[in-house]
């Protein structure tokens, strides 16, 4: 059915005041995204940050009377009530229209990722057939594309490797299409460690991946270890990084800003020496050559 469709925007000290008042006063849903491209990267723990600019959407079911509702929110919040606009959103394939999102993505010249539901382009190729869900990584985001565009140029066959942060297990994953003889994912939330497990039984690589809780003991020492995870968490997990890595063994890490290449250098030149950054965006990846 079609809804209407109110959008605000105000700065990040009000913004959350008003989406609570508009699920007050009965929309069925509220968003709140970016005014002014102002990405926010790895807030502290805890932290819930907003842009300073937001756009607040909120959708009612069509017939709700527009005025009524803004004569509500003036009662529940304690500031003048911003500009607005409203429109009346048609009735759609939500489902549809949310898949045409996502196309398959080529990573080097043999390595495909692809929606189920989309055909393969390349059928003798290395694909990956991986849909979009709870857990990170699809192949979208510039640190994923860096791994796999590193995975899928490098002779890895007959190796092992850790997927630490492995999310949708998509590295891991592509690895073991790719000639590894063993995977271990490692997550901290047990969904991603459950969707890693799905993606790779429907991938025929379920056989050869071992998905473990970092709490979990890792007894065997690793040929490669990739991480596709944030600056805090990489510089806390170098100690356990290098031990986990055989001597000569290779780490590569994403998840790193270009402005945070220092840092991460610095902070693991104890155990590694490093190759050129590969850049994608504002993004990097470090590869790692253990001593």
Not at 176 to 197: C, R, Y
Not at 247 to 260: D, E, F
Request: charged share 15%; with cysteine; proline share 8%.
């Amino acid at each position: 059915m079609p809804w209407l469709e109110i959008q605000f925007r105000e700065d990040s000290h009000k913004a959350q005041q008003l989406a609570d008042a508009l699920s007050e006063v009965g929309a069925v849903a509220v968003t709140l995204t970016d005014a002014i491209e102002q990405p926010i990267f790895e807030p502290p723990l805890g932290d819930i940050p907003l842009w300073a600019l937001t756009y607040i959407n909120a959708l009612f079911p069509i017939g709700t009377d527009l005025n009524l509702v803004l004569t509500h929110l003036k009662q529940i919040i304690s500031f003048p009530l911003p500009v607005y606009q409203s429109k009346i959103l048609e009735d759609q394939n939500w489902d549809q229209v949310w898949r045409e999102n996502f196309k398959p993505l080529r990573f080097g010249q043999q390595l495909w990722v692809c929606p189920s539901w989309l055909p393969i382009p390349e059928p003798e190729a290395i694909n990956i057939i991986l849909d979009p869900g709870l857990a990170f990584g699809t192949g979208s985001h510039p640190t994923t594309a860096l791994c796999l565009e590193w995975l899928a140029s490098t002779d890895i066959n007959q190796k092992n490797i850790i997927d630490y942060g492995c999310g949708s297990g998509i590295l891991a994953i592509a690895a073991l299409k790719l000639g590894v003889t063993t995977a271990i994912g490692i997550d901290h939330d047990p969904q991603a460690l459950l969707a890693a497990q799905e993606n790779a039984t429907r991938n025929g690589a379920d056989t050869h991946l071992q998905v473990l809780l970092p709490s979990e003991s890792i007894t065997i020492k690793t040929d490669f270890l990739i991480a596709n995870i944030l600056l805090a968490p990489l510089v806390e997990l170098a100690p356990k990084f290098a031990q986990l890595i055989v001597p000569k063994g290779t780490l590569i890490l994403s998840g790193i800003l270009q402005s945070q290449i220092k840092s991460i250098v610095q902070t693991y030149n104890t155990w590694f020496s490093f190759d050129p950054p590969s850049l994608k965006e504002d993004w990097a990846l470090l590869v790692g050559h253990r001593l």
